[in-house]
């Protein structure tokens, strides 16, 4: 078998087998020299006549035998002594000789050792240039290579069993997969594997959990790439990371290309360009469509990306032919969420008596990776309180702590300022169970929370909406001003805390006058863009159009009076409920934080439809 380029070189054993040949050399010509003698012996055999000739060496003087000695020598070696030196040593009788110093150890060592360190850096250096593209040194060699993750189906560990929620877009998926692995029935009537498939949704919804179960199904090679891992500071780094990320797939197709946020890669041309020169993510969009209308779908590669802002893309990277499907991957509805629960609460102990549709309620606009922390927060809550299980009392915990922040134990309130929040939030009770079409009111709490909150409401849906009136969204308009309106009714002055109802109230309204076309005066008039899709980030107006003047100042009046009526309104309503609210706002000071249930007890308002709830 060949060896291994890529394994590494151990210096030990050079080193080993150097010494090996050192000794086995010394060991050899020790065998060959004959042992010698004290000179102090050498000149006793002189003066006895034992010796017939001498031969003086550099560093030995060798004396042949007149006779041979008992045990067979017929030579007398000694190491030579100064003769100025010899005489003196004479005088005393004692054996004395001269010691030759071998330093061909040290000499060797002394050239060798050095070469080898030498030798060890550069060989470490420039295995870390060859082999490691990205740490350190090693991007330079293999900048241009792909760092796409190749996965098989054993290597990820999700299949579609661990997505829920998301049944269409795994539908999809799950035609890819069937695909791959029997191409010929799939087609029978002449259809082809689509090249491309853009999963498209908000951050959190499984696009990338998708993916990696595609590479659990599919028993395919699995390529994963971020988008932005193709752009580098050098032109043209980009451009081949792309034609050897297809290159490797093309080598081991059939196979699966998975980028993931692709807006990193292939943002609209022309959108942001450098002065002068050529821009390099534009180099490198232009090498992935090239390779997009290269690769023939009829040998098994398809390629999966992932972003949350479709709108910013390219519109030549999702023609027909290159991407053919854009898979929608939403925020679950309530059956969703429940499956999605079903899947998380496998990996807690739950108790028997939790109602997940309960739960459901409770988190709607929840994304499935906000539902995952959901279940981990709660499980997190019944350790603290001792429990054996997670009850619906921890998921409520954990739903308040995800929405409304941390608890702010350290954080007291004066007497007033307690009771200003007590008003306020009981304000907002009231008008929401006072009103059709409002949300059920689930808890309300005095108790600071995160960064600012003194106090919230938390209001749990019935049901999954879609649409909304213009009599809803004044309804909520009138819900948000009723903790303002308390305030204002019951101490006659205004303060701080709607600070953050006055922003949401005034988005709704101005949304109203700007989006939907719900202000007559104005007609039915789109005057803002609509708002990226799937980021909280505010639209642009279209096409740099802006309305004149005096239609913006005719805008701001209507928006401004849609705020004033919906206060107006709060404020008389809850004027007609003055003691009840006073009632309420003193229970609250009590138990600073009521339920559901406690609520209905203590209000007991009559439904929608006039009957006693």
């Known amino acids: 078998m060949p060896a291994d380029p890529k394994t590494p070189l151990n210096v030990g054993y050079w080193l080993l087998a150097l010494l090996a040949l050192v000794w086995i050399q010394s060991t050899w010509q020790a065998a060959r020299t004959v042992e010698p003698v004290p000179y102090s012996q050498f000149e006793q055999a002189l003066k006895e006549g034992r010796v ?42 004692v054996p004395y000789t001269r010691v030759i110093e071998s330093t061909l150890l040290r000499d060797l060592l002394s050239w060798v050792l050095p070469a080898l360190v030498f030798f060890g850096l550069w060989f470490f250096l420039i295995r870390r240039l060859l082999d490691k593209p990205g740490g350190g040194m090693g991007s330079f060699m293999s900048i241009g290579k792909s760092h796409a993750k190749v996965y098989v189906e054993r290597d990820t560990g ?9 049944d269409e877009a795994k539908a999809e998926l799950q035609e890819i997969v069937a695909f791959l692995k029997d191409p010929q029935g799939r087609g029978r009537l002449g259809a082809r594997l689509p090249k491309g498939v853009l999963l498209v949704g908000p951050p959190g919804t499984g696009k990338t959990l998708l993916a990696k179960a595609v590479a659990g199904e599919a028993g395919v090679p699995f390529f994963s790439i971020s988008g932005s891992e193709f752009v580098e500071m050098f032109v043209g780094v980009g451009a081949a990371r792309v034609r050897d990320l297809f290159e490797q797939a093309r080598a ?15 943002r609209a041309r022309g959108a942001v360009s450098p002065i002068g020169g050529h821009d390099e993510r534009e180099q490198t969009l232009n090498q992935l469509l090239a390779e997009l209308d290269g690769f023939d779908s009829s040998s098994g ?14 519109p030549a990277l999702l023609r027909a032919g290159r991407f053919d ?5 939403d925020r679950p509805d309530k059956a969703g969420r429940v499956q999605i629960l079903k899947v998380h609460i496998k990996k807690i102990r739950l108790d028997p008596q939790v109602d997940l549709e309960q739960v459901a309620q409770l988190t709607t606009g929840f994304s499935g990776a906000d539902l995952a922390n959901l279940c981990n927060e709660a499980a997190l809550a019944a350790t603290r309180r001792g429990a054996q299980e997670v009850a619906l009392v921890d998921f409520t915990i954990a739903v308040e702590r995800i929405v409304a922040g941390l608890e702010k134990k350290n954080r007291v309130l004066n007497p007033l300022e307690r009771e200003v929040v007590a008003y306020h939030e009981m304000g907002h009770v009231l008008v929401a169970m006072s009103l059709p079409g409002t949300d ?36 909520k308009i009138m819900v948000l001003l009723g903790g303002r309106a308390a305030e204002k009714l019951v101490f006659g002055h205004l303060s701080t805390g709607a600070a953050d109802d006055l922003a949401k109230v005034t988005d709704i309204a101005r949304d109203m006058a700007t989006r939907y076309g719900m202000v007559e005066s104005l007609g039915y008039v789109t005057y803002e863009a609509q708002r990226q899709p799937f980021l909280d980030v505010p639209g642009q107006v279209f096409g740099g159009w802006r309305p004149s003047q005096d239609t913006q100042q005719r805008i701001d009046a209507a928006v401004r009076q849609t705020v004033m009526d ?45 009957k006693q709830r």
């Open 301 to 314: 590669l398809v390629l999966l990306a992932a972003t949350n802002r479709p709108e910013v893309l390219d």
């Open 566 to 610: 919906g206060f107006e309104r709060a404020t008389a309503l809850l004027l007609e409920k003055r003691e009840l609210l006073e009632r309420c706002a003193r229970e609250l000071l009590v138990h600073e934080t009521l339920d559901e249930d406690a609520l209905r007890r203590l209000i007991q308002p009559l439904s929608h439809n006039g």
């Open 158 to 166: 999700v299949t579609f069993a661990d997505v829920a929620g998301v």
């Open 325 to 329: 499907r854009q898979v929608l991957v």
């Open 52 to 93: 017939a000739e001498i031969t003086v060496g550099d560093t030995t003087i060798t004396g042949k035998l007149k006779s041979p000695e008992p045990g067979g020598a017929t030579v007398i070696v000694a190491n030579r002594v100064e003769i100025d030196l010899a005489e003196r040593l004479a005088a005393y009788d």
């Open 252 to 266: 081991r197709a059939p196979a699966i290309i998975f980028i993931d946020e692709l807006d990193a890669l292939g």
């Open 440 to 475: 059920v009111v689930h808890k309300v709490s005095i108790i600071p929370r995160g960064i600012g909150a003194l106090g919230y409401t938390i209001q749990r849906p019935t049901e999954d909406r879609f649409l909304m009136t213009a009599q809803e969204l004044e309804h």
